[in-house]
């Protein structure tokens, strides 16, 4: 069955660093890949789109791409901010499901 | 666009007693979802429905759990004879137009369920 593998639980980061979270899917469908991200007390929101292989997804200052050929789609930012402390999720739509990544907390440290 | 409001935010009960969440999606969504989210398991999906209509419910455990949508501005999950087991944040989300390759999922706040 379709799945999603978001293997980084945790990252800590200092202010103004460069974020890189990666995932990997597998699907028999023609896949769409979501980034949401989760802030404490709240509920997931969408951050992300991407439906087409190679194409970049921007969004507040992130980007996201996906790899037809490794399988894999990453979320990126240039220079992170104590603001974007989350926790962010890597989705695949396909066939009417979204999968769900097991979350990538991030920590920026003061 | 008041967003999807979920009651109550919290919730304690004994072991043994009955809980029910209640979620109003956004006006005009026509499909409404509802997860559980623990620290262990993470986000996991429990049932969704479109047009009132459940669609799919192969999250939901197959006892104690009941999910319904007597009209299109809300929808109710109950939980009989709760058990510890059952703490955790349900969280519900409407979408627009659902479509896994078009829709956007928007979430409530979620209501945190402590059984004791």
């Known amino acids: 069955g379709d799945s999603v593998t978001q293997m980084q639980g945790q990252v800590t980061l200092s202010e103004d660093d460069f974020l890189f979270i990666n995932c990997t899917y597998s699907?028999?469908?023609?896949?769409?890949l979501f980034w949401y991200v989760q802030y404490p007390g709240e509920g997931p929101q969408l951050l992300l789109k991407v439906t087409t292989a190679n194409n970049k997804g921007i969004s507040r200052g992130f980007e996201a791409t996906y790899d037809k050929g490794t399988t894999s789609f990453h979320l990126q930012k240039a220079s992170v901010q104590e603001s974007d402390s989350a926790v962010y999720y890597c989705?695949?739509?396909?066939?009417?499901?979204?999968?769900w990544g097991s979350g990538t907390k991030l920590i920026i440290k003061p | 666009n008041a967003g999807v409001i979920q009651t109550p935010r919290h919730k304690v009960t004994g072991k043994g007693q009955e809980a029910t969440l209640w979620c109003e999606p956004i006006s005009g969504h026509s499909a409404v979802f509802w997860y559980r989210q623990t620290i262990v398991q993470g986000l996991e999906f429990l049932t969704y429905f479109r047009n009132q209509a459940p669609i799919d419910d192969s999250g939901m455990p197959k006892e104690r759990f009941s999910a319904q949508m007597p009209n299109q501005s809300h929808s109710t999950l109950k939980i009989q004879s709760t058990q510890p087991q059952d703490s955790a944040v349900y969280l519900c989300a409407s979408s627009l137009n659902w479509g896994a390759n078009t829709g956007q999922l928007y979430f409530g706040e979620g209501s945190k369920l402590t059984v004791l």
């Open positions: 989705v695949l739509g396909s066939n009417y499901q979204l999968i």
């Open positions: 699907t028999t469908w023609y896949p769409t």
